[in-house]
């Protein structure tokens, strides 16, 4: 269900009027969805979903307390509100409360398109077609999903905030396998335009992987040089920024960010000099969500500028503590290319590895960011500046923060979309990385 910026702030205003609480917050969310699923060459579900999301969270001092529900009639919004005073008062004092905010000023929504939310199933069907009919003659076998969507947002507080938020976003994915279970690929990505997704260029990439990647070698593991295209680029950079960024964590001596000998290291030089990441919601490839934690304005921040740490997440409650401004974290990730060309990369490549993505990427050490993980869908030997063989899987050791020292060169940044996505738009390029550490061989395809 979608609700307009209207009705929204008519549903917070008459929840809020409910509350007997010192203080109170009110999150809106909810969307409308359609999806089509191909397996084997062929359609196999469809669905068009929607939901709605409403959570209070009542205050009495530093007590709290939250309950969720998704039904908009009277009676059950007077309940739900209840229900929220009922846990808080029972709830202990929480130390770190931070009251809500009052009123904000915010940026314009940018991720919204309307093509996106007009877009029927017949279309999505239609759009796969293509696709489903080139395995075929390729004697392949494709699957892959495609999922369109419009949601809505919205935060209000007892103080005055109110903020409302609305998107569109498109998923695509797809697999291809040879007969023989020997070769597979991939490709997918993200947007907000579904006008903008080439679904059979996608298909086309996916299909000539799979093809490539038959009957592949086994290699020794150890340090390679490594080509990361952009999907397993977003999953590395991702984690890194969007979840251990966190300047209490630095202070405290528990991340990569900490200072020998106490605080953190913001304002050094921790990265090669060609790493540049930011966040900007009104960015024009990866437009991203206006407001953040506690309703905090998503604005531009710079996290990495030329290898330099410029900036750690920062909440209220530690801001205030360390005597710092809050830093909300991120809705939406850019890290700035280069213009070397994913060909030139391979040229320049005595031995290496060309890298499609990863998947079951896990942490290690959250000192160093240490993660693990495997390859998947297309793992390619490059000896001498040309591509020679398939490859077997690897699992992975490595840590972005380690790895984004090694850049060796960058292509153009586009978006991207990984196995272990963090929720936000992300926008990197392909990498040329030096030593990249491939610790065994995985025998799954």
Known sequence: MILSEADAQDLTKKILALSQAE??????????????????NMATTNGAPGSISITVESHYGKRSGSANGSDLTDDALAALVASSENTAKLAPENPEFMPPLGPQKYGTVAGFSPVTQATTSNQLASAIQPVLQQAQAKNLQASGFLDIGTSFSSFGTSKGLFVYDQETGVLHTISARTPDGTGSGWAGTTHYDFSKLDIAGMGGVAMDKAVRSQKPVKLEPGKYTVILEPSAVSDLIGILVGEEFDQRSADEGRNFATKKGGGSRLGETMFSKSVTIFSDPADAVVPGGIYSDDGQPAVRTTWIENGVLKNLQCGRYWAQKSGRAPVPGPTTLTMIGGTTSTADMIKQTKKGLLITRFWYIR???????????????GVFLIENGEITRPACNFRFNESPVAMLNKVVALGPSVRAYGEESIGIPISVPTMLVDEFTLSSVSDAV
Do not use: K, Y
């Open 363 to 377: 942490e290690v050490d959250p000192q160093t960011v240490l993660l693990t993980g495997l390859t998947r869908d």
């Open 23 to 40: 203080s109170c917050a009110v999150s809106l969310s909810g969307g409308e969805n359609r999806h089509i699923r191909f397996a084997q």
